[in-house]
């Protein structure tokens, strides 16, 4: 099992430009989870999905969108970069059941300028 | 509200013990963790704690005292592997679908 993939791993974005950072997981996990953690703060949840078809906004989901058509695929959309929006993202998936254990994507580190 | 508060930074010698602290305020407690990140890297789980008492895991160790609102990670037989952070989140039942606060992370630095 591959567990979690991000890509990319890096990206550069110009105020207002679009980009979409993908997430994908071959455990069959129903839980996906969008994260951007920031120094000197905690994980913070932007988005999150139950189960194909679901999603819903965590705490910071302003300028951002998700979808989750497939299982396996979450996608993050970020519709305007602003220079804000400079952090790591991290994708993350767990099981409905059991400990609730978490299951974290290496993230995408994004600068805007 | 809710918060949770770790130190930010600790140092330790390799071979020694250290014990990292996290105290929390949730309205709906439902269980801890205690999560890894080295450099650049993504968070990994060491630990959940529901309920009160020691959970022993090779040379890390997490304690719980729910009335107190209080969790220690306990590492033993440091070694420089272990200079990491180590993030506390707490599992709210009043956030929908169990969302997780998470902490800032203790930074914690193994000196040979």
């Known amino acids: 099992n591959a567990g979690v993939t991000q890509t990319p791993k890096f990206q550069v974005l110009k105020t207002g430009q679009s980009m979409t950072l993908q997430c994908a997981q071959d455990?069959?996990?129903?839980?996906m989870s969008w994260y951007r953690q920031d120094p000197g703060m905690g994980l913070r949840l932007i988005h999150y999905?139950?189960?194909?078809?679901?999603?819903d906004q965590g705490e910071v989901p302003n300028g951002y969108n998700v979808s989750r058509s497939t299982t396996e695929d979450f996608p993050l959309r970020l519709l305007s970069a602003a220079p804000s929006q400079t952090s790591v993202y991290f994708c993350a998936s767990r099981n409905r059941e059991g400990s609730y254990e978490q299951y974290f994507g290496p993230g995408t580190r994004l600068t805007v300028t | 509200g809710q918060n949770i508060d770790q130190p930010t930074e600790m140092t330790a010698t390799e071979g020694a013990i250290v014990q990292i602290n996290c105290t929390y305020q949730t309205s709906g407690f439902n269980g801890l963790f205690w999560y890894q990140q080295h450099a650049g890297e993504a968070p990994t789980f060491l630990s959940y704690?529901?309920l009160d008492g020691l959970e022993e895991k090779g040379r890390f160790s997490s304690f719980l005292s729910r009335s107190k609102g209080y969790s220690y990670l306990l590492l033993k037989e440091l070694q420089m592997k272990d200079s990491a952070s180590y993030l506390c989140?707490?599992?709210?039942?009043?956030?929908?679908?169990?969302?997780?606060?998470w902490g800032a992370g203790t930074k914690l630095i193994i000196k040979p």
């Open positions: 704690n529901v």
């Open positions: 989140a707490v599992r709210d039942q009043v956030r929908s679908n169990y969302q997780l606060i």
């Open positions: 999905s139950v189960g194909a078809g679901i999603t």
């Open positions: 455990m069959n996990h129903e839980y």
